[in-house]
């Protein structure tokens, strides 16, 4: 017997459909010159409930008015109100009954960092979401991963100068991170503090461990699994409240991070 009122979950060529749909909308938007698929659904790892991470690729005045315009429920921010950096904004929408998140991306911008990260250069970013914040090559990275659904853009692979430059600085920005933690919340018995140094550190190795392998990275979603550095959770987890305990508990995460990174003496 077959209930009517059970939904039945979207096939793939109920998906590609949709997602045809979608990318001619954004597409036709003023200054659009391509549209991105990213996230889970780019790299085979999504569920049934996952949303639809897509990206406009503008060059010049992009107006989000004209996205607001299509009607489509949900929040449409400003160009810079998500930071004002490399991620620049974007919107939270539903279309279709799916969730839909939109990023806009500065193509200025993108060439600019593509051309950085080739020298092996580029800058940190504060994000909203994101413990350790973001590197520029963010950006790069996406072109790396990303499925483009409307028209072409580049697709880098990893810049030799990015992994020779990248690890180092990750590696010295984790253990200012920790030294903090060392010095000033944990001779205070500052658990919360210490546990939250522990826990920016362990991103900020990953993105060390992950530049070492020459492999991209665009959130911190499956970060740590992707470099090893799971075990940080058993050492955030016997922190104490002491302040001898929190500073087991920094030596014990800079032990981690050394055998992950290959710097263990």
């Known amino acids: 017997m077959t209930d009517n009122n059970c939904a039945t979950p979207a096939s793939a060529a109920d998906d590609e459909a949709f997602l ?3 990318a001619d909308s954004l597409a036709a938007l003023g200054h659009v010159e391509a549209v991105t698929l990213g996230g889970s659904r780019a790299t085979g790892t999504h569920g049934p409930d996952s949303d639809w991470d897509v990206a406009v690729y503008y060059r010049g005045a992009f107006d989000p008015a ?9 929040e449409v921010s400003e160009l810079g109100a998500w930071g004002g950096g490399v991620f620049n904004g974007g919107a939270w929408l539903t279309v279709e009954g799916r969730r839909v998140d939109v990023h806009y991306r500065d193509l200025d911008v993108v060439e600019h960092e593509l051309a950085e990260a080739a020298r092996g250069r580029f800058h940190w970013e504060p994000l ?9 090559y963010l950006v790069v990275a996406e072109l790396a991963v990303n499925r483009v659904l409307r028209g072409s853009l ?3 692979g990893y810049p030799r100068a990015l992994r020779d430059s990248a690890p180092a600085h990750w590696r010295e920005t ?23 140094a522990l826990a920016v550190a362990a991103m900020q190795t990953a993105h060390a461990v992950l530049a070492a392998r020459g492999e991209w ?4 979603k499956r970060l740590l699994d992707a470099a090893g550095l799971r075990g940080v959770d058993d050492v955030v987890a016997a922190l104490g409240t002491e302040p001898a305990g929190l500073l087991r508990g920094i030596e014990a995460a800079e032990a981690l991070f050394a055998r992950a990174t290959g710097t263990a003496g």
């Not at 004209?66 to 949900?74: K, V």
């Not at 909203?128 to 520029?136: E, K, T």
Request: aromatic share 6%.
């Open 128 to 136: 909203m979401f994101h413990l350790a914040g973001i590197p520029s």
């Open 217 to 220: 990275v665009t959130n911190e």
């Open 66 to 74: 004209a996205l607001r315009a299509l009607g489509w429920p949900g």
């Open 154 to 156: 580049p697709r880098p």
């Open 174 to 196: 984790a253990g200012l991170t920790l030294a903090y933690a060392r010095a000033n919340s944990a001779p205070r018995g500052g658990r919360t503090e210490v546990a939250g």
């Open 20 to 22: 045809g749909r979608l």
